[in-house]
Nanobody
């Protein structure tokens, strides 16, 4: 079982940056793939980024590639999503997720945080 708590959301102007954090509980954090999804109003939840157990491998949605960077610190049981060059289309509730396989973390997640709102103004 993994419990996830996100932080770092807020309001930012277009072109700005935010860093989201996701703190996980549980001694097996380092054995989980971690990722982020987002859900904009009226839209389905979509995959944003994922990272492997070691942090050595990452995947990104095409819409965020080159602007977002996902990293993890297993000693702190925390993952970080650095979001740069934000635009209004990035406005959404961002959810941290954990899963035991790369397929699950990039499609539907297994454990979820409560979400944090990111709003990008034009």
């Amino acid at each position: 079982q993994v419990q996830l708590v996100e932080s770092g959301g807020g309001l930012v102007q277009a072109g700005g940056s935010l860093r989201l954090s996701c703190a996980a509980s549980g001694r097996t954090f380092s054995s989980y793939f971690m990722g982020w999804f987002r859900q904009a109003p009226g839209k389905e939840r979509e995959f944003v980024a994922a990272i492997s157990w070691s942090g050595g491998s990452t995947r990104y949605a095409d819409s965020v590639k080159g602007r977002f960077t996902l990293s993890r610190d297993n000693a702190k049981n925390t993952v970080y999503l650095q979001m740069n060059s934000l635009n209004p289309e990035d406005t959404a509730v961002y959810y941290c997720a954990a899963a035991r396989t790369i397929v699950i973390i990039t499609t539907r997640g297994e454990y979820w945080g409560q979400g944090t709102q990111v709003t990008v103004s034009s």
